[in-house]
């Protein structure tokens, strides 16, 4: 017989810092935690909050994980305060500035007090900071006090609306700054399409991996015209096409990245997203100074991708697509609609993600306009993303990127077969897309489609 093996316990655990790279604080204590047998299961969203009782200090990243544990209350306490200290906390002023805070919210259902503990934690149902992120885990749940059958949802519904409102927070560089889903001023990144292939369906062979003085040209041109991304592709993964080897697709787009990031000064700000499914090429590309990973199949096609993403420690775009390029036409049979069925498929790419150590303020949502979907299914998700957006249970508060550019419905709607001339029906998408709360729209047209954001930024966000 084998040795006994310890229960283990669910708990939950608020994270908070207002002192230094306040992401980074956050993410080593979550690494930590993992490190000595405290395992993140799950978190919330990270909110940026105004600081409460002690006001004047910087703002506070604020957030909640799931953990596992086989450790007693009183044993988990000793082992987070030991993280603090190791991250370097020094406890100057009480409610005060903090590097890093790791309070312990819930554990199972128990109710637990002591001189040092109380469980659950005496002020959490009246601090939106503390609700708010853990309404993303739980929500539907109840505090375990007896007889007690308020959700954690209604009590986040009862509080005063903070001011100013937290808003969710996806960090992309340092350089670059966030993606900030909820803020509802907040401007539409351009995405600007590089394609170093041959045979993408729109701008093959436009762009040559070899050519690195027009390369910079064009990548100069992309940020002249507005874009605050550029995605570069050295596969495509248009309807049909044909793969190449993950030889070919690393000689094509790591040269391509070394150079934007070692020679063209004004693309310091500007965010590169490596457009790949397969991992080496994501880890190589993150190590040549990619920022994003833009996977179109959310993990699917390539199992080592989502754990080598987690350990890059950058953000991801999962994008909702079935099957293959090849396959995926023919897969578009969404039996409870394509709202419900993207939007449950996306939420089982989100625990996928998050079971390989993705922390959801690392994720973007792509809803894949194009892909396994018909052309009534793209118009419905372009009308309908605000709902998908916003209603769908676990998708709330994370950025969302569009795609619509040059696609093929807008060709079927309009009859204009050639994709470099549907310029007109993709600003129509960029509306519908700004319109629904896209954070990124990813385009061929930069200039053009810059000028369409900006216009439906200042009608449907001010």
Request: hydrophobic share 40%; glycine share 8%; with cysteine.
């Amino acid at each position: 017989m084998g040795p006994v093996q310890p229960p283990s316990h669910r708990a939950f655990i608020a994270l908070g810092s207002n002192v230094g790279d306040r992401v980074d604080m956050i993410e080593a204590a979550c690494l930590e935690m993992d490190r000595v047998g405290v395992k993140v299961q799950r978190t919330s969203s990270l909110y940026e909050t105004a600081p409460m009782y002690v006001l004047d200090q910087d703002p506070f990243l604020n957030g909640v994980c799931e953990v596992e544990t086989s450790l007693g209350p009183m044993e988990l306490l000793d082992t987070l305060q030991g993280i603090e200290i190791a991250l370097g906390r020094k406890k100057l002023i009480d409610k005060g500035p903090r590097s890093i805070d790791l309070d312990i919210l819930l554990y199972d259902q128990q109710v637990f007090s002591n001189e040092r503990l109380t469980i659950p934690h005496q002020l959490m149902l009246e601090r939106d900071f503390v609700l708010r992120p853990l309404c993303q885990l739980i929500g539907h749940e109840a505090p375990p006090f007896p007889d007690h059958t308020t959700t954690y949802d209604s009590h986040l519904a009862s509080l005063a609306p903070p001011h100013p409102p937290p808003t969710a927070t996806t960090p992309i560089s340092p350089t670059f700054g966030s993606l900030h889903a909820t803020d509802s001023a907040r401007p539409t990144h351009i995405m600007a399409i590089l394609n170093l292939t041959p045979d993408s369906f729109s701008d093959g062979g436009t762009h040559s991996p070899t050519d690195l003085a027009s390369l910079t040209t064009t990548v100069r041109d992309f940020i002249a015209a507005g874009a605050t991304i550029i995605d570069i592709g050295g596969e495509s993964t248009r309807p049909g096409s044909t793969p190449v080897s993950e030889e070919e697709e690393l000689a094509r787009v790591i040269p391509a990245i070394r150079h934007i990031r070692t020679t063209i000064p004004e693309a310091s700000p500007i965010a590169i997203s490596i457009d790949t499914y397969r991992a080496r090429v994501a880890a190589e590309a993150c190590a040549a100074g990619a920022d994003i990973i833009n996977d179109v199949s959310a993990g699917q096609l390539d199992p080592a991708m989502l754990s080598t993403a987690a350990k890059t420690g950058k953000s991801i775009i999962l994008m909702h697509m079935r099957g293959t390029p090849s396959t995926m036409t023919k897969l578009t049979d969404y039996p409870n609609g394509v709202l419900a069925d993207v939007g449950a498929e996306l939420r089982a790419r989100i625990a996928d993600a998050e079971e390989a150590g993705i922390r959801r303020w690392r994720i973007i949502l792509d809803p894949g306009l194009g892909f396994a979907k018909n052309q009534p299914q793209d118009l419905a998700l372009l009308r309908d993303l605000q709902a998908l957006r916003t209603s769908t249970h676990g998708l709330q508060g994370l950025p969302w990127l569009m795609g619509p550019s040059r696609k093929r419905f807008i060709g079927s709607l309009t009859g204009v077969r050639t994709a470099k001339e549907r310029s007109w029906g993709t600003a129509a998408t960029v509306t519908a897309s700004v319109a629904g709360g896209a954070d990124i729209v990813r385009v061929h047209d930069v200039r053009e489609m810059w000028q369409v954001a900006k216009v439906a930024d200042a009608i449907y966000r001010g």
